[in-house]
């Protein structure tokens, strides 16, 4: 799993526009503004990418154009954690339609201003499939049970799922320093036993277990 657009732990700000669950004047925002650092409309044409292997399932790309989400497509992915449903708004009107296959890293979109001013990605997770909500993609959520019962966190759901992995290099640094360890020993005491020649070998097979598994 990926963030939606390239560089964004560096390039890119949730701050600019509103956050996840940010009341406002129709009831409570059900996704996060993503804009680039710049401002203003620095981020327009910007690609933006599958956060994983699903399906594009639902899409506007003539309906409003001007108004509300503007040009915006939903693909629903699946894992462990059940099923979601991506949600990206105000794009360009060279949205890829659906239904289609995507893969991770695919180009389904670019940042755009389509029913909005300023440029930004409009990024949000449907916890329910949107075709069953009152206006089925274009829904808000005008209390905070619909926000609490039909959308989540998109940011705070990708990072949970690149966990494993970030845990995983952890314990791989861990083993690293431990394997460092016994072998500064060996060098400073000279001790050429066979046990601690042992633990020099299962070190060095934990480390590439866990290389393994992080790629």
């Not at 989400?69 to 449903?85: E, L």
């Not at 009152?134 to 619909?146: E, H, L, R, S, Y």
């Not at 998109?154 to 314990?171: N, Y």
């Amino acid at each position: 799993m990926r963030f939606p657009v390239d560089n964004f732990l560096t390039e890119w700000n949730q701050t600019a526009g509103n956050g996840f669950g940010q009341q406002t004047s129709y009831g409570f925002h059900e996704g996060i503004d993503l804009n680039d650092n710049m401002g203003g409309n620095s981020d327009l044409g910007k690609e933006i990418f599958a956060i994983q292997n699903g399906e594009l399932v639902y899409w506007h790309g003539a309906k409003h154009p001007t108004t509300g989400f503007g040009y915006h497509s939903v693909y629903k992915i699946d894992g462990a954690w059940g099923t979601r449903w991506v949600h990206q708004s105000h794009c360009m009107s060279d949205i890829t339609p659906a239904p289609k296959a995507v893969s991770e890293n695919e180009r389904i979109a670019r940042v755009g201003n389509s029913g909005t001013t300023y440029a930004h990605i409009h990024f949000a997770i449907f916890k329910v499939d949107p075709i069953t909500l009152p206006n089925g993609i274009d829904t808000i959520a005008k209390t905070q049970q619909q926000l609490n019962d039909w959308w989540e966190n998109p940011i705070l759901f990708i990072e949970k799922q690149m966990t494993p992995s970030i845990d995983l290099q952890k314990q791989l640094d861990v083993m690293r320093d431990e394997r460092d360890a016994n072998w500064k020993l060996y060098e400073k005491e000279k001790l050429k036993t066979v046990d601690l020649q042992e633990r020099l070998e299962k070190a060095n097979k934990k480390i590439e277990k866990a290389q393994a598994a992080l790629i």
